[in-house]
C-alpha cells in the first residue's frame, strides 16, 4: 500500500478523523529517527501534527479537523519519501451524535466542543482490552446497555488479583519469555487498541487511557521503563492516538503506588502530553490510597496547569466542593469504592451505597465513577476484565443520569436550601438529595412571586412522584423518612432571563 | 442550722463527699466576698478547697477525699465566723459501684480513678433539668433503663427549635420578665441542679455538664454575660460541685457559635476551671459545624494542657486516629448526627446509621455519642428535653457496650488485620468491623503457633454467630456479605505475658 496524498479521503467530517499513509524505510530504528510532521491550514488556523511508524514500512499521520471548510496540508521529513506531500480535503459538519471532544467547561463542569454538555458518568474496566475476544464482545454489549459515558482503561497489561493472566498481545515486540524491546513498538496492538476506542466512539463512551499504572509489579516492566522510553511510549501513543475525538489521557492510576517514578517525572510526563496533543484532550492523573487511612491520600497538586480537572480515588465523595476550592477544576471522583463483595475494602460495598454515592457526588456538582468487583467463579470481575455486569447500581445510575441531563444548563451547586445539598438556577430549579438523612418534612424557602411543583425521588426505587400542590414563597413539604431521597422543584413559568 | 465541725459527719467514703456548714453574715455580696477556704491533710496529701455561699447566711464547704485514713482539716477566712475552725473524719474504702472519678488512662482510653476501664456511652439531653418534674421523673427513669453511662446537659435553660419554653427556675436571681441579676446566684436551682447530679451518680452516670452554650440568643442573657460575671459563675459552679465525682467540665457546647466570646476567654475560662477545681475532672469543649461543609469545622486546639480529652462534633466518624495523631488525647464524638426524623441534617439519622458509627469509632479507639431527634405531638424530644427514649439504636448501643466491656484491659486499636478496623491486643485478640463493607470472606493472617476462635457478630440483629472451627495461621473466614458485620476473634490459650 502507498497511497498518494490524492488517494487520501477528499471529505471528513467535523471532529472525524483524516489520515494519510505513506511507504517509507524500515531499518534505522523508525520509531525513534521516523519523525515526519504535516502542517494543515484552513483559513487562518494553523494545525501541526506528527506522524508515526506502523511496521512494514508504513508512515502514518492523522489529523482530527474542528472547523467546517477546506483544509490543505504539506508534510516535512528528513526522510525523502515522507517529505515535501501536499493535498487538501473538505471538513464536512459533524454527523448526528458527534458532539466532538469533551472540554472543560467551567470549574465544575464539562462540555463537548459544539456546547452540548457532558456529565460524566464512568465505569472501570482496567484490562478489558487485554482479554479474549469472547470477553471484549461481551464487555462492548455490555456497556452498549449500560449508562456509562466514559470508561478507565489500560494500555498497558495489568497483573492483580484477580487478574493474574498474560494479555493477549502486548505493546511492544517480545514475549514474557524473552522479554520485550521496549524501543520496538508492536503496532498490531495499537490498531487493534484504537479498534477497541473507535468501538466505544460508536458507543458514545469517552476512553479514558490510563497511560502508565503499577499493577504490573515488574512481572513484564512496563512499570519500570527508563524515563527515555517512557517519553517514546507516549510520543507514539500521541502521535497515534490524538486524532480520536474520544480519548482522555489519565496519566496513571494510583500514580503514588508507582514506586520508582517520582514527581519531577510525572510533571515531565504531562509536559510531554500537553505538548504532543495538537487538540488538548482532557488530562489528568489518579490517586491511591492507604489501607488504614483513606482520608489521608497523597494527592497530586491537580491546580499545576496541565492538569485539567480532578480524578480522584477518595472513600469521602463529600469532599467535592473541598476540592474544587482548592484546585479550581471539575471533580471526578473515578474510584470512591466499588459494587461487590471481594475481600478487598475498596471493593464491597452494596448496590445501594454505590448509587448512593453517585447521588452526593452530584448534588455537590462533582461525579463519582462505577466499577463492580462481585466474586465470580472464573475469576471474571468487571473492573478487572468487563465481561457482564452483575450489579443493581448500573439501573439507578442510569436513572440519575436521566435525571441530571434535564437539569439547565447554567445549573450550579446553591447554597440556598437549608438543609438539602442542592444543584440548580436559583429561583427556577432545585435538585436537593438527603442521603443518610431522613427529615419527615422539608421546609422549602421559594420565590413568593413564583409558583414551582415538586417531585419526590425515590433514588433506590426510581420512583417520582409529584408533590399535588403549587408552591410559592416559604412552604412545608411532606416527605417519607427514609434514606435515599431526592427532591426537585421547579419554576412553572420560568423566568425570562 | 449552725453545726460545728464536730456536728460534721466522722466518716465519708473514698471519692464520697464531705460537708461542714457555717452560718455567717448575709450582706456585704457573699457570693464575691464570702470567701472561705479550708486545708484537708492526710499524712504528705494536702488539698486545699473553697467554700461558697448557699443563700440565708448559710456558707457551705465540700471535699472529695481520694485516699483512706484520717483527714484533718482547718478553715481559714475573712470572715470571723468562718475563721479557724478545725476538724477531722475517717474516709473508709470506696463502697461498692463507686470507682472514683473517670480519669485520663492513656491517649486512647479513659479509666476510673481506681483503675477500673471506663468506655462512654453517652446520649445528650441539654436542658433535661429544667424540664418539668414528671418529664425530669421519667428522663431518670429512661436512663436507668439504658446503655448510657455519660450525658450531656446544660446549666444553664435552652432556648431553641422545638425547645422554646421557659424552665422551672434560673441560676440567678430575677425573672425573664424582670431581668437577672447575674452577680446573685439562686442556691435552690443549684441544689436541684446537685440533686440530680446524685441521681445520675446513683445511676452510674457522668455528668457532663455544659458550662457555656449559645442556645440563649439574648433571650436571657446567659450567653453574653460580662467576663467578669462569667469568671464569677465558674468559681461559684466549682466550689458547689467539684467534690461531686461524677462531674465533668464541659466548658461548652458549639462554642464557635457564642460569637460574643473570643478564644482568649475561652482559654481565660479554661483555666479558671482548671486552677478552682482541686480534683482535675475531666475537661473539654465541643465545637458547632457548618451548614454545607460539616468536614471543615472550626476546632478548638484540644492539643492545649488544660484540655483532658477531644469532644468532638463531627459527621465523620472515621477521623478518630486523625483526631488522636494530632492532639494525642482520647477522643470522643459526642455528636456525630443523631438518630431521628426532624427537618435538621443533624437529627435525622436512621438507628441502624447511628449504631454503625458507634461501631466505626469504637473499632478505631475512640468513642461516639448518642442522640435521639424523633419528631413528638408536644415537641418533648429525648436531646433537648429527656422524658422517654423511642429509637432503636439504644439497644444496639447496649449490645456493643457488652462487647466492648469484654474486651482485654490493654485494647488498642491494632494496623495488622487489613482490610478490617481492628481493636484488641496483637496476637490475642481482634475485634473488628467491617461497616458499609460487605467482604463474602475474610482472610485472618493468625499466629501459626497459636489456635484461635472466631465469632461473626451482627452489629443491628446483635447475633454471635461462633465459627464452627478452630483458627490458626493464614485463615480463610466466610462472611455473610451484608453490611454492619463484625468480626471477633480470640486465641484459646492466651500468651502469659
Not at 484490562?127 to 494500555?155: C, D, Y
Not at 505493546?171 to 520485550?180: A, D, I, L, N
Not at 488538548?280 to 490510597?289: A, C, E, K, P, V
Amino acid at each position: 500500500m502507498n497511497n498518494r496524498p490524492d488517494e487520501a479521503p477528499t471529505e471528513v467530517e467535523r471532529w472525524g478523523k483524516f489520515e494519510i499513509v505513506f511507504q517509507g524505510p524500515e531499518e534505522n530504528d523508525p520509531y525513534r529517527n521516523g519523525v515526519w510532521f504535516a502542517v494543515f491550514t484552513c483559513g487562518e488556523r494553523v494545525v501541526g501534527v506528527k506522524g508515526f511508524y506502523d511496521g512494514n514500512g508504513t508512515y502514518r499521520l492523522r489529523f482530527m479537523p474542528d472547523r467546517t471548510g477546506r483544509w490543505d496540508y504539506v508534510t516535512a521529513s528528513g526522510i525523502r519519501e515522507l517529505h515535501g506531500h501536499t493535498g487538501s480535503f473538505i471538513c464536512t459538519e459533524a454527523s448526528a451524535g458527534n458532539h466532538g471532544p469533551v472540554q472543560v467547561k467551567d470549574e465544575a463542569h464539562f462540555r463537548y466542543a459544539d456546547g452540548t454538555s457532558y456529565h460524566p458518568f464512568g465505569t472501570t474496566c482496567y484490562a478489558w482490552i487485554h482479554q479474549p475476544e469472547e470477553v471484549r464482545r461481551r464487555t462492548i454489549a455490555s456497556l452498549a446497555g449500560s449508562p456509562f459515558n466514559k470508561i478507565r482503561m489500560t494500555v498497558f497489561p495489568k497483573n492483580y488479583s484477580f487478574n493474574a493472566s498474560d494479555p493477549v498481545d502486548f505493546p511492544y515486540e517480545g514475549s514474557p519469555e524473552t522479554g520485550f524491546d521496549v524501543q520496538r513498538f508492536n503496532p498490531a496492538f495499537f490498531a487493534r487498541l484504537e479498534g477497541h476506542i473507535e468501538e466505544l466512539l460508536a458507543l458514545g463512551i469517552e476512553a479514558d487511557l490510563i497511560l502508565f499504572h503499577p499493577y504490573d509489579k515488574g512481572r513484564w516492566g512496563f512499570d519500570r521503563m527508563m524515563a527515555e522510553d517512557d517519553d517514546r511510549y507516549l510520543h507514539y501513543i500521541l502521535a497515534r492516538l490524538s486524532a480520536y475525538r474520544n480519548v482522555w489521557w489519565a496519566m496513571a492510576n494510583e500514580y503514588d503506588f508507582m514506586t520508582e517514578k517520582k514527581m519531577e517525572d510525572w510533571d515531565r510526563l504531562f509536559a510531554i502530553v500537553k505538548v504532543e496533543d495538537p487538540y488538548g484532550h482532557l488530562r489528568s492523573i489518579h490517586n491511591g490510597t492507604r489501607m488504614y487511612e483513606p482520608q489521608s491520600v497523597v494527592m497530586y497538586d491537580h491546580g499545576k496547569e496541565w492538569v485539567t480537572h480532578c480524578s480522584i480515588q477518595h472513600w469521602d465523595v463529600t469532599l467535592v466542593r473541598e476540592w474544587r476550592r482548592l484546585y479550581g477544576k471539575p471533580v471526578v471522583i473515578d474510584e470512591c469504592l466499588y459494587e461487590g463483595n471481594v475481600p478487598f475494602r475498596w471493593g464491597n460495598i452494596t448496590a445501594e451505597e454505590m448509587t448512593h454515592r453517585f447521588w452526593e457526588a452530584a448534588v455537590r456538582g462533582g461525579y463519582a465513577g462505577h466499577g463492580e468487583t462481585y466474586l465470580h467463579p472464573e475469576g471474571e470481575i468487571w473492573w478487572a476484565k468487563g465481561g457482564t455486569l452483575h450489579g443493581e447500581s448500573p439501573a439507578r445510575i442510569a436513572f440519575l443520569r436521566r435525571i441530571l441531563e434535564e437539569l439547565p444548563e447554567n445549573s450550579t451547586p446553591l447554597f440556598t436550601m437549608r438543609q438539602m445539598e442542592t444543584l440548580g438556577v436559583e429561583g427556577e430549579y432545585y435538585l436537593g438529595y438527603f442521603g443518610i438523612h431522613r427529615p419527615a418534612y422539608f421546609v422549602a424557602t421559594l420565590d413568593e412571586m413564583g409558583a414551582y411543583r415538586a417531585d419526590i425521588i425515590d433514588t433506590w426505587e426510581m420512583t417520582v412522584t409529584p408533590v399535588d400542590e403549587t408552591l410559592s414563597g416559604t412552604c412545608i413539604i411532606q416527605l417519607p423518612a427514609k434514606p435515599g431521597m431526592a427532591l426537585r422543584i421547579r419554576r412553572l413559568q420560568p423566568v425570562s432571563s
